[in-house]
């Protein structure tokens, strides 16, 4: 027996299913292409040769047969020897490694071969049944003198094993082929290739044809080690619709013949980005591959080197061919380290350049992946500088040499800060902006606002209680800077619930205890209590004054303790209160305010103070507008100084835009 099929199937990565029907036409295609290239030569194979595929469908749409008809040389005698060795070397040099009879084997039960060659004596007609499993594997031979035809053959492969059965739509076969044969397509050695399923024929030529630019020839030297080495990289823009594994990559190619799967660019170069709905493709060829190539032609026999060596070239030949394209990405890519230095200002410090930093990019990162990469930057950067500050730490003393490295250390430490500093300036900045943007009506038809509680989370998140410190849980700023020093406050939570033996549910918006982040024994620090109204009300539904007053009342001769359980506040009638009041000054609640305990209005008619002997009370009352403008101009000198604008201003803006689409 000539075949060890099941041993050399089992040894060999063969592929499955509908993979496998694709690789079976795939495979006899090439056949018949070699066969073309022996009777015509390869450099007329495109002029005179034609591959003829037949798919034959059952009624559910499964594959019943598949005839593959061509021109070539026929089975001659070497290749009927090479046909029935399992290790036959006879196409070797053309890239042919016997692999297609294992795939049929694997898939079909009966395989059949009609052909015709050309022989001294004239015309011989040659047919047999393909049978591995026999002892001669050639079954049903047949040889029969021809007065007239010309040479050629037909493989049929039927009987689809039931394992393997499955649907294939006609532009899958179109697509597989345009893939592997793609290479020879674009060298002009490529048959006339037709394929008809269910009566309707398809050109495989015309196919790739209507999809393909004009295609431009690079040649390269390349030292793999061993010497140089001539590459050839065939670029061209295709139609995105030509082949999903096609598009955008590059092909490695032996003897004219795909090897492997294309190795994607796509994403490397942000190739989804390219003009007019193309797609790129770049073709790699050469003696060197040609004589690397492995059996199965799914790989090459390269070292590691080489293979770097290999993709670098390639890589750089591709960037070459796109570099419009690639000027295209840097300037977005700079535009978009712009912005996110101007977001984030402590990134600024992980370049000098910023057209050297973009340099070093690959051209398809995009925001968040160039985000990422600053990020990650910074804190390699933050890591060495805590390294260094230990290491310098452990020293009993600053010699010259160890000073100088201390002063490098506190220069970059102190450059980090004024980035650190402007980072906050910005977030403040885009606080600001989107507390403005609240003030506007929530329904421009309904004129309605949104509620209080909206701005109330803006400033200090409702329902929790704070310690001093906790900065970057709240933004008590834009209310007044000096609450965030207070040493515990709390958000919407009930009085009980801060004190001890009080039954009160009331809830003020905020309270503060103990300025200063500490407890003083026996002192009155003075309590804050903070309420806010609902932006727009031409009048509140309950007296804000009385609120406050109330929240007193129910606080005086009261202990607080905070989250642990500690006593923090021993509250008594003596204890000095700071109430704030933040509402819309309209005209109803200017009445009401104006005939309260807070009826004298401020300089700037933005508000009104006043005092609570009872209560030993100070309260002030002031616009949203009023907190909002203070915050920004006690800010605005940061603004200024990284060209910031006003957010105030930014939001009038917007909202004028607004109504102008609205007209």
């Known amino acids: 027996m000539k075949f060890d099929v099941i041993g050399r199937i089992n040894n060999m990565s063969l592929p499955d299913g509908k993979t496998a029907i694709l690789y079976s036409v795939y495979e006899a295609v090439s056949n018949s292409i070699h066969a073309i290239n022996d009777r015509f030569t390869e450099e007329k194979a495109a002029e005179l040769g034609h591959v003829d595929v037949d798919i034959a469908v059952d009624e559910h749409g499964d594959v019943e047969s598949i005839s593959i008809i061509d021109n070539g040389v026929g089975f001659i005698a070497e290749n009927l020897r090479s046909f029935e060795t399992s290790d036959s070397r006879y196409k070797y040099k053309r890239g042919g490694k016997g692999v297609g009879r294992f795939i049929w ?7 059949q071969i009609e052909s015709v060659i050309d022989t001294d004596d004239g015309l011989l007609s040659r047919s047999f049944k393909f049978v591995p499993e026999e002892q001669d594997s050639i079954v049903d031979l047949k040889e029969v003198r021809k007065s007239k035809g010309d040479p050629g053959t037909k493989i049929t492969l039927s009987g689809l094993r039931k394992e393997h059965r499955g649907r294939i739509r006609p532009s899958s076969y179109l697509k597989d082929l345009a893939l592997h044969f793609f290479p020879q397509f674009i060298s002009g050695t490529l048959p006339d290739v037709s394929i008809t399923y269910r009566g309707e024929t398809t050109r495989l030529n015309d196919f790739i044809e209507d999809q393909v630019d004009d295609p431009v020839e690079q040649k390269l030297e390349v030292d793999f080690g061993d010497g140089k080495s001539e590459l050839r990289v065939t670029h061209m823009f295709v139609d995105t619709t030509i082949s999903t594994n096609l598009r955008n990559s590059y092909l490695l190619t032996a003897h004219g013949r795909l090897v492997g799967e294309p190795n994607s660019l796509e994403r490397k170069y942000a190739l989804k980005e390219l003009p007019d709905g193309k797609a790129y493709v770049a073709v790699v060829s050469g003696e060197f ?17 080489q293979r770097d060596i290999l993709q670098a070239a390639v890589l750089e030949a591709a960037e070459g061919f796109l570099s419009e394209h690639i ?26 350049d910023i057209d050297n930093y973009v340099a070093g990019l690959s051209p398809g990162m995009d925001a968040e992946q160039i985000g990422q990469n600053l990020f ?11 390294e260094r500050i230990d290491e310098l730490d452990q020293l009993e003393s600053l010699e010259p040499e160890s000073r100088a490295l201390a002063e490098e250390v506190l220069t970059e430490i102190s450059n980090q800060e004024k980035h650190r500093l402007a980072e906050l300036v910005v977030k403040r900045h885009q606080v600001l902006q989107m507390a403005n943007l609240l003030l506007k ?7 309605s606002y949104h ?62 205890f103990n300025p200063l982040g500490f407890r003083r024994e026996g002192t009155s620090d003075p309590v804050v209590v903070v309420e806010f109204k609902r932006p727009g009300d031409e009048k509140p539904s309950q007296d804000p004054i009385g609120q406050v007053l109330g929240y007193i009342e129910e606080l005086q001769n009261a202990k607080v303790r905070d989250m642990d359980g500690e006593v923090v506040s021993d509250i008594s009638e003596a204890t000095p ?7 819309e000054l309209t ?43 203070d915050a920004e101009l006690r800010n605005q000198s940061f603004f200024d100084q990284l060209k910031l604008g006003s957010p105030s201003l930014a939001a009038k803006k917007r909202a004028a835009r607004k109504r102008e689409k609205k007209v």
């Open 441 to 447: 009506f929530k329904d421009d038809e309904k004129q």
């Open 289 to 305: 591959l040609d004589a690397r190539v492995d059996q199965e032609r799914l790989d090459f026999k390269l070292t590691a080197a």
């Open 587 to 629: 005209n109803g609640t200017r009445r009401l305010f104006e005939k309260s305990l807070a009826q004298n209005p401020t300089p700037d008619g933005d508000g009104y103070y006043g005092w609570s002997q009872r209560h030993n009370a100070h309260i002030r009352v002031i616009s949203f507008h009023k907190m909002l403008r």
């Open 451 to 512: 509620y209080e509680r909206v701005i109330h989370e803006l400033i200090c998140p409702m329902g929790e209680m704070y310690r001093t410190g906790e900065l970057s849980k709240h933004n008590l700023w834009m209310l007044d800077d000096s609450l965030a020093g207070y040493e515990f406050f709390a958000s919407d939570k009930s009085i009980k619930s801060l004190t001890v033996d009080t039954e009160s549910r009331k809830e003020p918006d905020l309270l503060f």
């Open 376 to 386: 990650v930057l910074l804190y390699r950067e933050e890591r060495n500088l805590r």
């Open 105 to 111: 084997m694997k898939m079909f039960d009966t395989i």
């Open 577 to 583: 209160f700071e109430c704030i009041i933040v509402s």
């Open 327 to 352: 000027h295209r990405m840097r300037a977005r890519q700079k535009s978009t380290v712009r912005m996110l230095v101007e977001e984030h200002p402590q990134l600024a410090t992980q370049f000098t």
